[in-house]
């Protein structure tokens, strides 16, 4: 691996070299220090063997001889830390869990115009750590292709794009770069930081401790997980939907949400399956789809509160369709709509699950094909039209809880049909009325949040996006959203006013929300909402 292929941390003149590497950066005060390309990689130096030999493993089992590795890195890792000292920031990067890690903070590297995953490495990354670190870093990037692009210096816009995408995930913001070794720092690039950095000031004291406010939480497995289709899916139709949300891990705090969404695809262990029922009684809601709320061995839901449904097996079809039984606002109750399978290896079939209504409210009704697509063999069919409704449900809502038979999340990470997000946008107001925002002439394109300190809410409206070209995402200049349009926000309020420019807004309270009128929004807008007392 040439990027973060080094030396061995074994070697004991390696190690003090970098030691005083860092001790002499140390002299010079630093607030922190980044420590980057700390993954471990298999090592067969005379020393690394002898160590392994000594320690009893096998050193032609190339498993152990990681594992040996990773404890080597973080060994080291604790001695950098002895040397930092308590008051420094410091942050490892590498590919370790963070519940693993011995960082300060949470710091998330992502080069948005880097690869296909850009800006989408990031959101996910961000409801997670939230819940883990206090102190939040965004470190992106001023290279337009790759690090260490020193002739690629990304617009002023996108820059800016990525501090607001920062401010409305509840994280400070950092700008990567390397120097030239001859020319030094680029002054013409870092005048343009300077001029983002100096108008970020004139929000930091509100910004700084205004937490997050999430409403719904989604679950994942494990960190690593957070990039995949169907999690890169939900944090997708959420946003585009204007809701705010949090990633969690089973072990997290699930009290403080009002709907928890499992989507597609998940190990239900009993411990959780115990905790998820607590979650239930004390009033949370809950949304699944495809084979997550399944029990361990797949053959019935794991919950008591799925008694609405039966489950009938899985969905071993290649082929199938739905019809939305609630509308869709372009569209009448008769069309059919699209199941994609999105497995590796073309293994369509056996991600959803076949369920009858019992007694819920049945959102979406399954549809069959003609016939299956069968690829091989002397006649191969991949034309398959919808044929009628079955006597199966694709999507079911009962009182606590709600089932998506498909991979409704998948799916639309990759396809992006703009119905499987209106199904789940129909069952998310039927299981959490009264959500925090409402909008009015806002386009989904725009990025909405609120952060709450003591004395106020933090209203973050962003109306910037990417554009994508041949798998970039690529942003020139701002989007401009017109004045006239409204955010309505739960609670009462006595002023709205921007910042830092300081413009009140009007606002009206009426059946609980404050709506909010918005002034003309280039780019991005922050907007400082003042509660009443007895809130």
């Known amino acids: 691996n040439y990027f973060t292929r080094s030396m061995c941390l074994n ?9 005083g590497i860092i001790g002499e950066i140390l002299r010079y005060e630093p607030d922190g220090l980044f420590a980057d390309g700390f993954y471990p990689e298999p090592c067969y130096c005379p020393v690394c063997i002898e160590k392994m030999l000594k320690a009893g493993v096998d050193i032609g089992n190339a498993q152990e001889v990681f594992d040996f590795q990773k404890d080597i890195v973080k060994l080291f890792s604790r001695e950098i830390k002895a040397l930092a000292g308590e008051e420094r920031y410091l942050f490892f990067n590498n590919d370790r869990t963070p519940e693993d890690m011995m960082n300060t903070h949470a710091e998330i590297e992502i080069l948005p115009s880097w690869t296909w995953l850009h800006y989408e490495g990031f959101y996910q990354r961000a409801a997670f750590l939230r819940n883990i670190f206090k102190k939040r870093i965004y470190m992106t990037g001023r290279f337009q292709r790759d690090w260490g692009d020193f002739g690629g210096i990304r617009p002023k816009a996108a820059l800016e794009n990525d501090v607001w995408d920062a401010f409305l995930q509840g994280y400070d913001i950092s700008f990567g770069d390397h120097i030239d070794p001859v020319r030094g720092i680029n002054k013409d690039m870092y005048k343009v930081i300077g001029e983002i950095y100096s108008q970020a000031e004139k929000t930091e004291e509100y910004r700084q401790g205004a937490e997050y406010v ?3 939480a989604v679950l994942s497995e494990k960190y690593d997980d957070l990039l995949n ?7 997708h139709i959420l946003h585009e939907l204007h809701y705010t949300f949090d990633f969690i891990a089973p072990y997290m705090d699930f009290s403080k949400y009002r709907l928890i969404i499992i989507p597609d695809s998940f190990e239900m262990s009993d411990m959780l399956a115990e905790k998820l029922e607590k979650y239930i009684r004390a009033g949370g809601r809950l949304l699944t789809s495809g084979v997550a709320g399944l029990n361990k061995e797949r053959t019935g839901f794991a919950l008591s509160c799925y008694d609405f449904v039966k489950f009938d097996g899985l969905d071993e079809s290649k082929r199938a369709y739905f019809s939305l039984n609630n509308g869709f606002v372009d569209y ?8 994609y399978y999105i497995t590796e290896e073309e293994k369509i079939g056996g991600t959803g699950i076949k369920m009858l209504n019992n007694g819920g409210e049945e959102c979406a009704s399954y549809v069959s094909a003609y016939f299956d697509v069968m690829r091989q063999g002397l006649h191969g069919c991949y034309y398959t039209p919808p044929k009628e ?4 449900s694709m ?3 009962g009182k606590k809880a709600a089932h998506i038979a498909f991979e409704v999340f998948g799916n639309y990470g990759v396809y992006f049909l703009q119905t499987h997000k209106i199904l789940v946008k129909q069952i998310i107001e039927k299981l959490m009325p ?3 925002l409402v909008c009015e002439n806002i386009p989904f394109t725009s ?3 609120l952060t709450r300190k003591p004395e106020y809410d933090l209203l973050h409206i962003k109306v910037s996006y990417p554009e994508h070209r041949n798998f970039r995402a690529v942003i020139e200049e701002h989007n401009t959203l017109k004045s006239g349009a409204t955010v309505s926000v739960r609670g009462k309020y006595t002023s709205a006013v921007t910042l830092p420019e300081g413009e009140k807004l009007e606002i009206c309270y009426k059946n609980g929300y404050t709506a909010v009128r918005l002034p003309e929004i280039t780019g991005y807008a922050m907007i400082k909402l003042t509660r009443t007392q007895n809130r």
Not at 11 to 19: G, I, S, V, W
Not at 229 to 235: D, L, P, S
Not at 389 to 392: A, G, I, L, P, S
């Open 214 to 216: 999430a409403e719904i």
């Open 447 to 449: 990025k909405l949040s």
């Open 434 to 436: 009264e959500s925090l």
């Open 395 to 397: 999507a079911v809502c």
């Open 389 to 392: 409704k079955t006597e199966f």
């Open 11 to 19: 070697n004991p003149d390696y190690k003090k070299f970098l030691t």
């Open 332 to 339: 009448g109750n008769d069309n059919i709509w699209s199941v």
């Open 229 to 235: 289709v169907r999690n890169r899916g939900a944090a």
